[in-house]
């Protein structure tokens, strides 16, 4: 039977869901949205050619699906042509595995957009799965802290990179600012987020952190995932310069969060303290090898990186030198 979760009211809101093989959240992620206090105007789920029963399941709960090949998704490309055929003045947007945690998720995620003209982004809190280990919890915790705060360019002199700090896996945008700098940037290893906001705070725009507004949202990664993916942000960094060189570098934020760690760890495990250190390092060597990857063998980076298909599909020969 199918469920409709359709609306007409104002303003419009659209929820925009990229998806890929992820039967196994659907059912509870798509239930929850549709016990939502905030009435959506429209569901659009664009699937990557899943195997499973993801764009099945979608259609259950009457969102519109939108499948394209599985080495045509891009990050910023794909959101951008999905947002500019939304009808919603307002987008929402969600991972496949992030599961709002209360019925007025939503609404409070959207409120800041409703309330203040000039905030043109909203993201929320990100809680730990029920299965989160230790550490991926403390990572949530220092990330996405239990205070709201609303951010505008001029606070790039006191937070530096933090600055720029959003997810997309949970994150609502006024969609005619975000038409202001052109949607997404396509081609990116990842960090659409972060590019469009860094573009939207120079405009005069702000982004506004609504602590609660929550998700449940994590990773129990692996050490090698921690360096692979400590990788691609190097790799963001060095590809998209402009980011560092106006909202500043992100070493002050990593020795906060070790800092954090250490602390965290010495009141409730001392015994993980070796394998935080680890990571730690193995994070260090990965972010620096990222950002120099123009001077590392072109068969070995594919290998070193968590999105191996983007080395394939999306490089060209001007990623590898300082052309960008």
Same mark, same amino acid.
């Given at each position: 039977m199918s469920i409709s979760c359709v609306a007409q009211k104002r303003p419009l809101i659209s929820i925009i869901l990229p998806t890929w093989n992820g039967a196994a959240f659907m059912r509870e992620l798509l239930g929850v949205l549709c016990s939502q206090t905030v009435l959506f105007n429209e569901l659009l789920v664009v699937?990557?050619?899943?195997?499973? #029963?993801?764009?099945?399941i979608a259609k259950e709960f009457g969102a519109e699906v939108v499948v394209i090949p599985e080495e045509e998704f891009d990050h910023g490309g794909t959101r951008t042509m999905i947002s500019k055929q939304a009808q919603g003045d307002i987008l929402i947007f969600l991972t496949q595995d992030a599961v709002p945690t209360s019925t007025d998720a939503l609404v409070k995620l959207i409120q800041p957009l409703l309330s203040d003209e000039t905030i043109a982004v909203t993201y929320g809190r990100q809680l730990p799965n029920r299965d989160a280990t230790l550490l991926a919890a403390h990572l @949530?915790?220092?990330?996405?802290?239990? #205070?709201?705060?609303?951010?505008? *360019? +001029?606070?790039?002199?006191?937070l530096g990179f933090q600055t720029v700090f959003v997810s997309n896996s949970f994150a609502a945008y006024r969609k005619i600012a975000l038409a202001e700098v052109d949607y997404f940037k396509s081609g990116l290893i990842f960090g659409e987020d972060t590019c469009a906001v860094g573009r939207l705070l120079?405009?005069?725009?702000?982004? +506004?952190?609504?602590?609660? +507004?929550?998700? *449940?949202?994590?990773?129990?990664?692996?050490?090698? #995932?921690? *360096?692979? @993916?400590? *990788?691609?942000? /190097?790799?963001?960094?060095?590809?998209?310069?402009? !980011? !560092?060189?106006t909202y500043g570098r992100a070493e002050g934020r990593g020795w906060q969060y070790v800092k954090s760690g250490v602390i965290h760890l010495m009141n409730v495990k001392k015994a993980l303290l070796p394998n935080f250190f680890w990571r730690i390092f193995l994070k260090f060597i /990965?972010?620096?090898l990222g950002y120099n990857f123009q001077s590392l063998p072109q068969c070995l980076i594919p290998f070193l990186s968590m999105h191996r298909s983007w080395w394939v599909s999306f490089r060209d020969a001007s990623v590898f030198h300082k052309t960008l």
């Open positions: 699937d990557s050619s899943s195997s499973d #029963q993801t764009v099945e @949530r915790s220092f990330n996405y802290p239990n #205070q709201t705060v609303v951010r505008s *360019f +001029a606070d790039r002199e006191r120079m405009r005069g725009y702000k982004v +506004a952190y609504v602590s609660d +507004a929550m998700v *449940f949202h994590s990773h129990n990664y692996s050490c090698l #995932q921690e *360096f692979r @993916r400590s *990788f691609d942000i /190097g790799v963001l960094h060095v590809t998209e310069e402009w !980011l !560092l060189d /990965g972010y620096k």
